[in-house]
C-alpha cells in the first residue's frame, strides 16, 4: 500500500522552538549513493537513517536533519513513541522552495521518500506539514484500496494536532484550518459513502471528517477521559503499524476497545456505503470555535470547549493508558519536547 500526496492548500504561520540535538558515532548507510549525504536520528527505541540525494541543488543537512527531527517528534508526541523500529528517508533536491511530494511505502520496515527544494529556509521547514502526515501512516496498519480514505483522513487530521502537542505549531491555527477546510469532505451530489467514493475531497477530507466526528464522539462518552489518540495508540501498540496488512473493521474494533467506547467501528457502518452530513457550523459551536472569516475566537463557555482543549493538548494521562514502556513515553498534558539523537553525517561512497 503506497500513499502518494497530491494535496495542499495549507497555509501556515510561524513556529519555533529549540531541541536538544546530540552527536552519536557515525553509522554508515549501506544504499547511499556517491553524492548523498547520510544521517542517522534516534527517537526513543526507533531510528531513522536519513538520505539526502543532493542532484544538482544542494540542501542545507542541518535543516534537513532539524525539519525530520520536528515532524519525528510531533508523531511520538502523539502517539507515545515512534512508530517502527526503522524509517529509512530519502530526501531528494529540487531547485526551488518548499516540501513536495512525499509517499510512503512499507517496504524495508518503513520507506519516505520527499522533496525539498534548496531554497527552502528554516522557516519554511519549520512549517511543513507533509513529512508528519507522511510519517504518521506509519503508524496505522495497511488497508485495501476502498479504504485509502481511513489512511489519508487520520494522517489530515492527526497531522495539525501532533504537531500543536510536540510545540511546532498552535491551537488557532489549526482550527483556522480546520473551519476552512474541513467542508471539503462533505458528501457532495452522488455520493455512495466513504467505500465507494474515491475523490480526492472524500479521501483525505472526508476521512479527516471522519476522524474528527470520532474523535468528539469518544470524548464525550468517555466523558473526555478518552481520545481518538487511545484508539490509535492501542492499534499501534497491537502491532498494526504499516507493515501489516489487517482488515478495517477488525483494527476499528480494537480501537474502541483501547478508547473504552463504541464509536469507530459504529460510525464506519453508518458513513461507508451512504453520504452521511455532518452539521460542522454546529460542531464548531458546540466546540467554542468562533470564525470571523479569516481569524478563530476560542469562547471557553462553550458546552463542549473542554472537549476543544482536550484535541487540543491531549487526554490527561491515568493510569490506565500507561501501557506504554516508560522510556518510550510522552508526557500528553504538555508541549514537551523531546530528546532526538542526530548521527554525524557522511558522504560514502
Ligand atoms: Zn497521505
Do not use: C
Request: charged letters at 20%; proline letters at 5%; a negative charge.
Amino acid at each position: 500500500m503506497v500513499r502518494m500526496e497530491s494535496i495542499l492548500g495549507f497555509q501556515r504561520g510561524f513556529v519555533q522552538l529549540a531541541f536538544l540535538v546530540l552527536v552519536l558515532p557515525l553509522v554508515p548507510f549501506p544504499a547511499a549513493k556517491a553524492a548523498d549525504v547520510t544521517s542517522t536520528l534516534v527517537i526513543g527505541g526507533s531510528r531513522i537513517d536519513v538520505t539526502i540525494e543532493t542532484a544538482d541543488a544542494p540542501l542545507s543537512q542541518p535543516d534537513v536533519i532539524k525539519w525530520v527531527q520536528f515532524a519525528a517528534e510531533s508523531v511520538a508526541a502523539y502517539y507515545g513513541r515512534f512508530p517502527v523500529p526503522h524509517l529509512t528517508l530519502r530526501v531528494v533536491s529540487f531547485d526551488g522552495s518548499g516540501v513536495r511530494h512525499g509517499t510512503t511505502w512499507a517496504k524495508d520496515g518503513g520507506l519516505i521518500v520527499i522533496h525539498a527544494g534548496s531554497k527552502t529556509t528554516p522557516a519554511d521547514f519549520a512549517e511543513d506539514w507533509m513529512l508528519t502526515h507522511e510519517m504518521i501512516h506509519l503508524a496505522f496498519p495497511s488497508m485495501a484500496d476502498e479504504h485509502h480514505w481511513i489512511e489519508e483522513g487520520l494522517s489530515v487530521y492527526v497531522e495539525p494536532i501532533a504537531r500543536i502537542r510536540a510545540g511546532h505549531w498552535t491551537a488557532p491555527q489549526m482550527w483556522s484550518d480546520l473551519v476552512r477546510d474541513m467542508p471539503k469532505g462533505l458528501p457532495k451530489e452522488g455520493d455512495a459513502g466513504l467505500d465507494h467514493t474515491h475523490t480526492w475531497g472524500r479521501t483525505y477530507w472526508g476521512g479527516a471528517l471522519f476522524s474528527f466526528v470520532a474523535d468528539v464522539e469518544i470524548r464525550k462518552q468517555t466523558k473526555n477521559t478518552k481520545g481518538l489518540e487511545d484508539a490509535l495508540r492501542g492499534i499501534l501498540n497491537a502491532g498494526g503499524d504499516i507493515r501489516k496488512d489487517w482488515d478495517l473493521e477488525k483494527t476499528l474494533k480494537m480501537g474502541d476497545d483501547a478508547a473504552g467506547a463504541e464509536v469507530l467501528l459504529k460510525l464506519y457502518t453508518e458513513w461507508k456505503d451512504k453520504p452521511v452530513e455532518v452539521d460542522l457550523a454546529a460542531m464548531w459551536k458546540q466546540l467554542g470555535v468562533e470564525s470571523d472569516g479569516g481569524t478563530v475566537h476560542m469562547n471557553e463557555n462553550a458546552p463542549l470547549a473542554a472537549i476543544r482543549r482536550a484535541i487540543e493538548s491531549g487526554t490527561p494521562v491515568t493510569k490506565a493508558s500507561d501501557s506504554v514502556p516508560p522510556s518510550n513515553r510522552v508526557a500528553a498534558t504538555t508541549a514537551q519536547p523531546l530528546a532526538v539523537y542526530a548521527g554525524r553525517s557522511a558522504r560514502s561512497n
